[in-house]
């Protein structure tokens, strides 16, 4: 992969990852999720917004996982 291949995919990792840490602390109404992980939107009684935290955590853990594969 040459040099400007892995800068314009850390730009759209960066992208995924602010998106999907805005929709956390959108579903949860607080960042507590930073601390607490699964437990922050576990508890939501709205089921509609637990799905969609749900899916967010596992976007932004994904995200994560790759940029520190890249370094």
């Known amino acids: 992969m040459s ?3 892995v800068k ?3 730009r ?3 992208n995924l990852n602010r998106e999907a840490e805005a ?11 930073r ?3 699964f437990d922050a939107f576990d508890s939501l009684e709205d089921a509609s ?3 969609t935290a749900n899916y967010y955590y596992g976007q932004w ?3 994560r996982e ?6």
């Open 61 to 63: 853990q994904t995200v």
């Open 49 to 51: 917004r637990r799905a």
């Open 8 to 10: 314009n995919l850390q």
């Open 35 to 37: 601390t607490l992980g």
């Open 66 to 71: 790759l940029q520190d594969a890249l370094g």
């Open 3 to 5: 040099v400007a291949q």
């Open 23 to 33: 929709e956390l602390t959108k579903a949860c109404g607080h960042e507590l999720w």
């Open 12 to 14: 759209r990792l960066d």
